[in-house]
């Protein structure tokens, strides 16, 4: 056991970091006005929020009048495909988005559906890669949207977003992407990823949970979520979560600002631990791309043991992981995303996500390396599956 | 979500592994769906002396299984025909609802055992 409970699922969510909570913390008692009042406490409110929108824009490479605030990635995705896709529909009723995507972007995708817009869910190939060229041939004269997330939260692969940007650009179709896994962990810039808007979620890069933005390019025609006042240019009604913005804006000027040493120091733990766990453990594979992959990503497949079982063990030793196994998705399916890599429903049971973060130290990782293959050989060991019996009765 | 019960047999699981000379085998559940559990029976004079299992599964998957071979270890075939789920359910102090298919499964093998074994001992 350790002394301490080694996190090792950032890609679910982040600590809030105490620089942030220390920046938010006013906002509560003391600065704690709405925004909207034209009285003095309401300016402080103002002034802060829209310091934060010029964080979040900087951060992007953005104006700060193209930051929409939300609460969170399930929203943005939702608001930029609903809304965006409606208000082009005198042009068509097509979009375009991958096999790979989140729930958010793709529960909504099938709602479109239900609306009336025809879908096409790109396939990736075995590193989860969308390809630019079946983005291209898939763009027809109806197309409104097109979707492709930065970075997966699985697999942890990293998209061609700049060169689909382009494409799309070219064609003059809307492009959205999803970074809520990119942002603290690739460098942005939405004019050179030629991006109309990108989603992002703060509690993936240590701010708190339920505060998010929508990027907006000027100029893109899109309706409202939310009726009702004025907040965000009249598009997203609803007095603002002022300490959480003020948490979002701290949070990813810190995370902009720490880029380059988080991505040396992470991408090496990452491919210690990968390394690791390929070099001890018989019988896995890497899920992703090698090197085109999030800095904090391992996912692995551990053959003839089923994940949820991996997760519980890891949890008892210390370690917090999660898996794409249909015991921890609450389906009788696997992860979506195993599936679109191509791997069988039995390995893809077997898969484990660890992802790493800012607290994550090289003695965490080596005591991962030290664990697991222990852990592994006795759920092997109870395993009614194995190299010569993989039976399918 | 799980009981302490349910932990407690998933890291220490009862009776895994094979019998060499089983009387009886059963097999059921399958990989595409995440479980398969294998049982061994070894009977004697129509009782059940010995069973081990082997799970591929989750928690709840080797933790009903651990606790079936349990609750039929020097059983009668026919007692043992009796298991139900509810029963090793009950015994782990309940399972999550999204997991009684997990007790389903160790009832069905330690019954899928039995019938190989009476297959196998046809009585005259
Ligand atoms: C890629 C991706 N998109 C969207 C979301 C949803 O974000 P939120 O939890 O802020 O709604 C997540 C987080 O789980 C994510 O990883």
Redesign the pocket.
Known sequence: MTDHIIYMDN???TATRPEVLEAMLPYFTQHYGNPSSIHSVGRDARRAVEKARQQVAAALGAQPREIYFT???????NWAIRCASRALAAKGKHIITSQI?????LHTCQYMEKQGYEVTYLPVDENGLVSVEDVKKAIRPDTVLISI?A???EIGTIEPIREIGKVAHEAGVLFHT????AVGAVPIDVNDWNVDML?L????FHAP??I?ALYIRKGVKISNLIFGGAQERGLRAGTENLPGIVGLGAAIELAVSELPEYTRRLTALRDRLIDGILKNIPDVRLNGHRTQRLPGNVNVSVRYVEGEALLMRLDLAGVEASSGSACTSGSLDPSHVLLAIGLPHEIAHGSLRLSLGNDTTEADVDYVIEKLPGIVRDLREMSALSAENSFQP | MYSEKVMEHFEHPRNVGEIPDASGTGTVGNAKCGDIMKMDIKVENDVITDVKFKTFGCCAAIATSSMATEMVKGKSIDEALQLTNKAVAEALDGLPPVKMHCSLLAEQAIHAAVEDYQKKHPKE
């Open positions: 890609a679910a969510t609460a969170g990635g399930s929203e943005s995705d995507e989140h729930h958010a972007v997330m970075a997966n939260n999803d970074a809520v896994q989603s979620s703060g509690h993936k949970k339920g998010g």
